[in-house]
């Protein structure tokens, strides 16, 4: 029989009124159902934090209220039963407490003797529509990128594409690409050990000047245009008559996803001196790198391993944003995926507690999405996740959609909470933040993808983290989830007013 899980994605108040059901895995009694306590994390919506850790009292957090509830329901309450603390405003309501930090972010964290009493309270508020969860934070924040690092040697990238990510990131070369069709001739083709990279490039002049007459020809204004055209050149299939080395060269010297019949402009940038050694290395480099057959050869791979790996999910998005994709997502069996993100999140190892980590990127707008059926099966497992939606700027900059970056079993002890969701609360207890942490140069090169905004988040996540200023107050806001840093502080003040 099916496991089902209740969805309240879609209401406008906590708890809803009606709920949609949907399957998440498999049980073995039809009666043998997940109740839906309504405060469940999600990357949508509402954003509870919930906790229940012996030695506090109960207590669920929301990060994300409106500003008018807010201001009705917190900030305006009766002075006389408010703490005089810029930092922080809590009052008493019945039996339970109800504290918020102002500063930043308008979290509001209620507790009390029990779960059922919090619940009570929180179920009786009028919230209003859920916030809009895409936010214009810029997602290369240096703190955000902390919880992206890859936390094993060994790296799967399922939808491997240009592999941006390990080309900048990856530690060892202990990484496996897993793609099809053409991009799978593509890393075929790189992996070829009777290419010699370094011939290759010496075909290309070192002069971009004259590379550009040879490889594009002469540029010229056609009347009524603003941007120039190329008239003549030399294309892929007269530079190199070998069809592997075509292959490659065909992703290395064009800018941009769109296939081409001869090098962009900007793409033979990379024909400069300094950028073919690089290149050139590069490529000697992942050419040791493991391929498979598409993301289900590699789920059954990451299943069969011994130790736990990081697990890179970047399919075409599930939305008309895939449909720019020469293989958009229509070819993805997107409910089988999400299954099989839970079942290598779940998997556990001989001789460790660590569980493998997942990195799934998705656009974030046009329906729900799949990996909704992820974060539920994730709740109900008590699998750690953190996310951050962010928005992107389509190809010619002149509009954004919102994206989205689940990581799944993050390190909790390096993985920065700023800004984020999760349905952990402990990720916010950071007393101990590891500082400085080896960066990765800006000028690290991802071979077939220089381009892409993934890959500079890759780039940005290798640099080491600066924090503000204000990193204490951020401090103090990111931990008001966390029951051992608001519960003492709040009847600490309580007592003080008593006195």
């Not at 703490?83 to 309501?93: E, I, M, S, W």
């Not at 081409?260 to 000697?284: C, F, M, S, Y």
């Not at 011994?306 to 409910?335: A, L, M, N, Q």
Request: glycine letters at 6%.
């Amino acid at each position: 029989m099916k496991r089902i899980i209740e969805d309240s994605s879609d209401s406008d108040a906590v708890p809803p009124p009606q709920r949609r059901r949907i399957v998440i895995a498999e049980s073995e009694s039809e009666d043998d159902t997940v109740d839906s306590t309504a405060f469940q994390s999600s990357i949508t919506g509402f954003d509870w934090v919930t906790s229940d850790e012996p030695g506090y009292k109960p207590m669920i957090t929301l990060r994300n209220p409106s500003p008018a509830w807010w201001k009705k329901n917190v900030q305006q309450v009766n002075p006389s039963e408010t703490q005089p603390n810029p930092l922080n405003r809590a009052f008493k309501d019945g039996d339970v407490t109800v504290s918020s930090s102002p500063s930043l972010s308008r979290a509001v964290s209620v507790y009390g003797p029990s779960m059922a009493k919090v619940q009570a309270w929180w179920r009786k508020q009028d919230l209003g529509s859920p916030p809009n969860a895409c936010d214009t934070a810029e997602k290369m924040s240096d703190a955000n990128l902390s919880c992206v690092r890859p936390r094993y040697k060994s790296i799967f990238e399922l939808f491997g594409g240009s592999a941006g990510y390990s080309s900048v990131l990856a530690p060892t070369n202990d990484v496996t690409v897993c793609e099809v069709g053409e991009m799978y001739n593509v890393w075929r083709a790189i992996k070829n050990p009777s290419i010699n990279w370094a011939d290759v490039f010496a075909t290309i002049p070192t002069d971009i000047t004259e590379a550009k007459r040879k490889l594009l020809g002469t540029a010229v204004l056609p009347p009524g245009r603003q941007r120039r055209k190329w008239v003549g050149g030399t294309t892929f299939a007269q530079l190199f008559e070998d069809d592997d080395v075509r292959r490659v060269m065909e992703k290395v010297l064009v800018k941009g996803a769109t296939p081409q019949q001869k090098p962009t402009e900007h793409g033979i940038e990379h024909a400069r001196a300094d950028r073919r050694d690089k290149l050139v290395a590069k490529l000697n480099r992942i050419r040791n790198w493991n391929l498979c057959t598409g993301f289900v050869d590699g789920v059954k791979q990451i299943l069969d391993r011994t130790t736990p790996c990081t697990v890179v999910i970047d399919p075409p998005y599930d939305s008309k944003d895939g449909d720019r994709y020469r293989h958009g997502g229509s070819g993805v069996d997107f409910e089988q995926l999400a299954d099989m993100c839970i079942e290598m999140a779940d998997k556990t190892y001989p001789g460790t507690s660590d569980k493998n980590q997942l990195i799934i990127s998705e656009s974030d707008r046009g329906k729900v999405k799949w990996y909704d059926r992820v974060i539920k099966g994730l709740n109900r497992l008590n699998i750690p996740w953190i996310a951050k939606t962010y928005k992107a700027p389509t190809f010619k900059g002149t509009t954004s959609f919102c994206e989205v970056v689940i990581v799944v079993n993050p390190d909790l002890e390096n993985c920065v909470a700023e800004d984020m969701r999760t349905n952990d609360y402990k990720l916010f207890r950071k007393n101990n933040l590891l500082l400085g942490l080896p960066a990765v140069g800006q000028n690290e090169i991802a071979v077939i993808n220089h381009y892409g905004a993934k890959n500079a988040f890759a780039k940005r996540a290798g640099k080491e983290l600066n924090f503000p200023s204000n990193f204490i107050l951020k401090l103090q806001t990111r931990a008001w989830m966390d029951p051992a840093f608001v519960q003492p502080r709040v009847d600490w003040m309580d007592i003080q007013q008593r006195q």
